[in-house]
C-alpha cells in the first residue's frame, strides 16, 4: 500500500525534476500544485505521471497553505495523506516501510531497527530531513544518492528533527483542511503542527533535503539560485557563527516557533526577546 500525496512547486521546477522522478515510485496518487503560468512545472509533473492542480490561490508570492487545500481538494484522500516539499528526496523502499495495517521492523539509521505500529488516527507523523550545507554541494550528494539509494551512506548533518511542512503524513479525515492565514510560506506549516499538539510522531526514515539557501530564502517566493548555477557566500544553508536556539513555544516574524528550536540570527530579522545565542 502506498500514500498519496500532495507537493506545491512554484518555481522549484530544477529540484522537481530531480525529486520527483526519485520519489514517484515510492507514492500512491500524487498531485502537484502550481500555478497556471509554470509551464516547467506541470511539464515535470506530466512526464512523471502526477496529476495537476492549477491554483489560481498562488497569490503574489507563495501561498503555501491555500495551495495544498486546493491539492487535497482534488485528491480526496482515504485514509492517510502526505505532504511532502518538492526539494525532499525519499528513502528507497519508503513504501515498505509504512505500517498502514500491521508493526513493521524496519531499517533505521539511528538505531538500527526500529519497530513501528500502524498509523494512527489523530497523530502527525513526520520525518527527520538531512542535507548537505551548500548548494555547491547539490551534485555530488546525488552521485552518493543514487549509489546508495537508502541514503544510509550520507552524511547525516544540517539534521531537523520536527514535525515542519517538508514531510507530513496524518489521516485526512482528522484535518482535511491546512490552516491559511498567510499569503507566503511563514505561518501555515506551524499552525498545522501545533493543531495537533503533543499529539505527534516521528518516523524511523530520514529524508534528503537539498539545499537552497537559508530557512526563509524562498518563503516570498523563489530567490534563491537555479541548481547548477554559482551560489554565493549568502546563500549557504546554515551560519553556525550566527546560531540562537528558542526558549518558548511563539509567534515571531509571522511564523510559528517551538522551544529549543535553532536558527540564524539572520533569519530573524527583528524581535529575538524570545531567542538566545546558541554558541
Not at 90 to 101: H, K, M, S, Y
Amino acid at each position: 500500500m502506498k500514500v498519496d500525496a500532495v507537493i506545491c512547486c512554484v518555481g522549484y521546477d530544477d529540484y522537481l525534476e530531480i525529486t520527483l522522478p526519485w520519489n514517484r515510485p515510492e507514492l500512491g496518487r500524487v498531485v502537484i500544485v502550481t500555478s497556471p503560468t509554470d509551464l516547467a512545472t506541470q511539464e515535470i509533473a506530466k512526464r512523471e505521471g502526477a496529476e495537476l492542480c492549477l491554483s489560481e490561490r498562488v497569490g503574489p508570492v507563495f501561498a503555501k497553505g491555500k495551495m495544498i487545500n486546493d491539492g487535497l481538494r482534488q485528491l480526496k484522500p482515504e485514509g492517510f495523506v502526505l505532504h511532502l516539499d518538492a526539494d525532499l528526496m525519499l528513502p528507497r523502499g519508503f513504501a515498505q516501510r509504512l505500517p498502514f495495517d500491521k508493526l513493521r521492523t524496519v531499517p533505521s539509521s539511528a538505531e538500527g531497527l526500529a519497530e513501528i505500529p500502524p498509523l494512527s488516527g489523530g497523530v502527525l507523523y513526520y520525518a527527520l530531513r538531512f542535507g548537505p550545507s551548500r548548494i555547491q554541494e547539490i551534485a555530488a550528494t546525488l552521485e552518493e544518492a543514487r549509489r546508495h539509494p537508502d541514503l544510509s551512506t550520507l552524511k547525516r548533518q544540517n539534521c531537523e528533527r520536527k514535525p515542519y511542512g517538508h514531510f507530513q503524513i496524518w489521516r485526512y479525515a482528522d484535518a482535511p483542511t491546512y490552516p491559511e492565514t498567510s499569503d507566503d510560506a511563514s505561518t501555515d506549516d506551524g499552525l498545522f503542527w501545533a493543531s495537533f499538539g503533543e499529539r505527534t510522531e516521528c518516523l524511523p526514515f530520514d529524508c534528503l533535503n537539498l539545499p537552497h539557501g537559508p530557512r526563509t530564502t524562498n518563503w516570498r517566493g523563489r530567490k534563491s539560485v537555479r541548481v547548477g548555477e554559482p551560489a554565493p557566500p549568502d546563500q549557504d544553508y546554515v551560519n553556525p557563527a550566527e546560531r540562537f536556539v528558542c526558549l518558548r513555544d511563539c509567534f515571531v516574524n509571522g511564523r510559528f516557533w517551538k522551544r529549543g528550536e535553532h536558527t540564524r540570527l539572520a533569519d530573524l530579522r527583528a524581535d529575538t526577546g524570545n531567542f538566545q545565542s546558541a554558541e
